[in-house]
T-cell receptor, first 118, second 109 residues
Framework: NAGVTQTPKFRILKIGQSMTLQCTQDMNHNYMYWYRQDPGMGLKLIYYSVGAGITDKGEVPNGYNVSRSTTEDFPLRLELAAPSQTSVYFC?????????????????FGSGTRLTVV | KNEVEQSPQNLTAQEGEFITINCSYSVGISALHWLQQHPGGGIVSLFMLSSGKKKHGRLIATINIQEKHSSLHITASHPRDSAVYICAVRKTSGSRLTFGEGTQLTVNP
């Protein structure tokens, strides 16, 4: 299994440009997340999805959009790139967000996308 | 105040030393995760804890639910252990993780 695949790994955007960060998982996980990581800061949740067709905002959603048309794919869209969106972006997935009996499931992270907006 | 606090922020050790990284949290949780992030690399899940203690090779993770505290120990540290170690909690109210800021560990040969 490939796990969680993110593309691209690196990207430089000019202010005002748009782009889509791709995230695909092949583990049939229900829950998927987009995080950003700024230097010296903990990861912050941008958007998340609990299943196909369902998305919700996280802590820092402004300037981003997502969609979840299939279980596998969870793309993150930047419409008008701004320097404040320079960051490293991580996608993650987990089989279920809830507790099932005494079992708790682990998260799988993608390798990250390093985005610079100039 | 952050809901998840890690200490220390930076830690430098000599190869072979016993290392402890601490995580304190102020919310009710259903699970606590320890993650490892290598320079320029992705994030790997090391442990997921809801009680007690887990061991994997030279890594040991403990959690004290009453004290809202967890520790990650590395025995016989090695330069390849150099990485950022991140504590994250899943609150009892949902599926989302709240992250600490990470501990940068450098192990010198």
């Amino acid at each position: 299994n490939a796990g969680v695949t993110q593309t691209p790994k690196f990207r430089i955007l000019k202010i005002g440009q748009s782009m889509t960060l791709q995230c695909t998982q092949d583990m049939n996980h229900n829950y998927m997340y987009w995080y950003r990581q700024d230097p010296g800061m903990g990861l912050k949740l941008i958007y998340y999805s609990v299943g196909a067709g369902i998305t919700d905002k996280g802590e820092v959603p402004n300037g981003y959009n997502v969609s979840r048309s299939t279980t596998e794919d969870f793309p993150l869209r930047l419409e008008l790139a701004a320097p404040s969106q320079t960051s490293v972006y991580f996608c993650a997935s987990v089989p279920t967000g809830g507790r099932r009996g005494s079992e708790l499931y682990g998260y799988t992270f993608g390798s990250g996308t390093r985005l610079t907006v100039v | 105040k952050n809901e998840v606090e890690q200490s220390p922020q930076n830690l430098t050790a000599q190869e072979g030393e016993f290392i402890t990284i601490n995580c304190s949290y102020s919310v009710g949780i259903s699970a606590l995760h320890w993650l490892q992030q290598h320079p320029g690399g992705g994030i790997v899940s090391l442990f997921m804890l809801s009680s007690g203690k887990k061991k994997h090779g030279r890594l040991i993770a403990t959690i004290n639910i009453q004290e809202k505290h967890s520790s990650l120990h590395i025995t016989a540290s090695h330069p390849r252990d150099s990485a950022v170690y991140i504590c994250a909690v899943r609150k009892t109210s949902g599926s989302r993780l709240t992250f600490g800021e990470g501990t940068q560990l450098t192990v010198n040969p």
